[in-house]
């Protein structure tokens, strides 16, 4: 059937499971008890640690247990941490006690760990004391007595996981209750809170795996980092929906290239940036990548040549993804069959259990097919709201319907484009970068008059973040200088990797600063750098 409207209602294929993840745990343990379910894969290959099914779902019950020592069911437990095992571990032992999971990105800087904590209330925090080098227990020192609801703080490595002498009974978890709380940035410069439920991230994981990797062996490798709904949320439940080993690895290309051919990898999902840096990998042509059964890749625009040099380089399948944390993941996806210049100029059509809509961004109904409009959701996975906050909640559900902030077209089959974005958005190297949250922090800085924060083209990372700055009246400033202001308040992956000033900035007649005028100046060279 061909649509004359953007309007695509899913039929009743796609099963919807009533299961929290560690009740769906429980099942694989039934199901798969001697199948490996977990691997250590930032180790090497003798001290590479592996778990069964049946083991895991012991230890997560042992792991819930312990959790009910420091915590009561309903409690938020913060986790901050890089991908490592025990991050899985403790997700699904949050899940049978009644946590909440508040996942914190381990490249935070004080002051972003500092409003994730308290705006989430979390009891208690569980941490990694070193990343990457980074004194992680120095960067808390630093809020430690402005937490307002923290109560316990853990380092990980003495958390224990082995059962207590006595075990309790593990409370019964509402499988429509709050799982998980991400944080994602939107219009308003501030981090919210995403609150999704158990059922939404089992299903929209099974959804997600039953199209993309349901072809692909029972080996994922996994570089997407877990405190992303990719690694948590479509990777670890992803990869337990088809019963297959979830191999977890902080992204290093050397690394990730030997634990793709000594694990023998059958689905790797990776983002563009990630794809681009094993490819260029001087040890890239003598790994045996022949194990790949499916690549997906996502996260940006993928451009037609990168999805060719992908499938040569790697030999597999590759399937598009487009997403978004508040429904719980992926949205749509393209079948591995599907034609190269579908997966390129498109993301698929959306999962199963999963309605979409391309509204009109001015009185909200449906538009004809091909003509831009605002992408809207209803799945099982939409979020329960933004944790604490009525107002943003309002405007992004609306009768069922997640509205996504991004623009879109649906052609005659269903297939989406994403076109662009309503929310001021950028994505570098999978990452979403809000500008508010960076100009913000720049206006902070008395040199600064005006700034605004946008993406430019990059070949590598999609889009890079780029500020064009007004001086304020009779001040100047440098790059170096507005570099370290942002270096203390945010992740390094939100500074500008290039830097504009100018005297005036393009406004519309109400006073808004035109981005694209800016974007425009910038690329042909009409306003020139900031040194």
């Given at each position: 059937m061909r649509l004359t409207e953007s309007l695509w209602l899913a039929d009743d294929a796609g099963e919807i499971v009533e299961q929290t993840p560690g009740q769906a745990l429980r099942a694989a343990a039934e199901d798969a008890p001697e199948a490996v379910a977990l691997v250590d894969g930032n180790a090497d290959g003798p001290d590479r640690r592996r778990w069964t099914f049946a083991e895991l779902n012991h230890l997560a019950e042992a792991t819930a247990a312990r959790l009910l020592g420091l915590f009561e069911p309903g409690d938020r437990v913060a986790l901050w941490a890089s991908s490592v095992p025990e991050w899985e571990i403790l997700q699904f032992g949050a899940s049978l006690a009644g946590l909440t999971l508040v996942t914190v990105n381990p490249g935070y800087t004080p002051h972003e760990l500092e409003f994730v904590l308290n705006q989430s209330g979390a009891a208690g925090l569980i941490y990694e004391p070193g990343y990457r080098g980074i004194d992680q227990t120095a960067k808390l020192a630093e809020i430690q007595d402005r937490l307002v609801s923290v109560e316990h703080i853990v380092e990980l490595p003495n958390f224990d996981f082995s059962p207590p002498e006595s075990m309790p009974e593990l409370p019964e978890v509402d499988p429509s209750g709050p799982a998980m709380i991400l944080h994602t940035s939107g219009t308003t410069g501030k981090p919210k809170g995403a609150l999704l439920s158990h059922m939404g991230v089992v299903n929209n994981a099974r959804y997600f795996s039953q199209r993309l990797a349901k072809s692909a062996g029972p080996v994922w490798v996994n570089p997407l980092p877990m405190f992303h709904i990719g690694g948590c949320g479509f990777g670890a439940l992803g990869a337990l929906a088809l019963r297959?080993?979830?191999?977890?690895?902080?992204?290093?290309?050397?690394?990730?290239?030997?634990?793709?051919?000594?694990?023998?990898?059958?689905?790797?999902?990776?983002?563009?940036?990630?794809?681009?840096?094993l490819m260029e990998h001087p040890d890239f042509p003598s790994t045996d990548v022949s194990s790949i059964d499916v690549l997906a890749s996502g996260g940006t625009t993928v451009p037609t040549e990168l999805i060719r040099r992908m499938v040569d380089a790697f030999g597999a399948q590759f399937g598009n993804v487009y997403g978004q944390t508040e429904n719980s993941g992926v949205i749509c996806a393209s079948n591995v069959n599907d034609a190269i210049e579908d997966k390129s100029a498109r993301v698929g059509r959306p999962l199963a259990r999963t309605d979409v809509k391309i509204v009109d961004v001015t009185d909200g109904t449906v538009v004809p097919c091909n003509i831009d409009g605002e992408i809207c959701v209803r799945s099982p996975g939409a979020m329960l709201g933004y944790f604490k906050n009525d107002e943003q909640t309002a405007e992004t559900l609306k009768d069922g319907w997640v509205h996504t902030g991004d623009l879109g077209q649906m052609d005659e089959r269903g297939f989406v484009a994403v076109t662009g974005r309503l929310r001021d958005i950028i994505i570098s190297g999978g990452e979403n970068i809000y500008a508010r949250e960076i100009e913000d922090v720049l206006m902070e800085n008395e040199n600064v008059g005006e700034a605004a924060v946008l993406g430019l083209p990059d070949p590598y990372w999609g889009e890079k973040v780029a500020a064009v700055i007004r001086p304020a009246a009779g001040r100047s400033t440098t790059a170096d200088e507005l570099t370290q202001t942002l270096e203390s308040k945010l992740a390094r992956y939100k500074v500008p990797k290039s830097w504009f000033v100018l005297d005036a900035m393009p406004v519309t007649a109400s006073g808004k600063i035109q981005k694209f005028a800016l974007q425009e100046g910038c690329l042909n060279g009409e306003i020139k750098s900031l040194d």
């Open positions: 297959a080993a979830h191999v977890l690895v902080n992204f290093d290309p050397g690394h990730v290239l030997r634990i793709i051919e000594e694990e023998q990898a059958a689905f790797f999902p990776v983002v563009p940036t990630m794809a681009v840096a």
